[in-house]
């Protein structure tokens, strides 16, 4: 929802919108690393290493492949399949149980 935010309330590009996304989710994910380490919330990923594994792997890809497409797709390309996403989620949370 940041991006979003960020480029349709505060008239952010696109492309920085997501730089800046990444840049505020650092420290986030660190605090709460922190947090979660302390007790022992960690220790369900023992049993779920495969997926975490997975999880984790799909992200450093996607990270890597999206910074290296960054310069090459145009953001008037982004901006709709940005919209697509968006509402592809909106409708699964909402019939989401």
Do not use: C, E
């Not at 919108?17 to 990444?22: D, K, P, R, T, V």
Request: hydrophobic share 55%; charged share 10%.
């Amino acid at each position: 929802m940041l991006i979003p935010t960020l480029t349709l309330l505060f008239g952010v590009d696109l492309k920085l919108a997501g730089s800046l996304s990444l840049a505020v989710s650092l420290p986030t994910m660190l605090a709460a690393f922190a947090r979660y380490s302390r007790d022992q919330s960690f220790s369900v990923l023992n049993r779920h290493r495969a997926s975490a594994g997975l999880m984790a792997l799909g992200s450093i890809m996607g990270a890597y492949f999206g910074g290296l497409l960054r310069g090459v797709v145009p953001t008037s390309l982004l901006l709709p399949l940005l919209a697509v996403i968006l509402v592809i989620s909106a409708v699964r949370v909402w019939r989401h149980k």
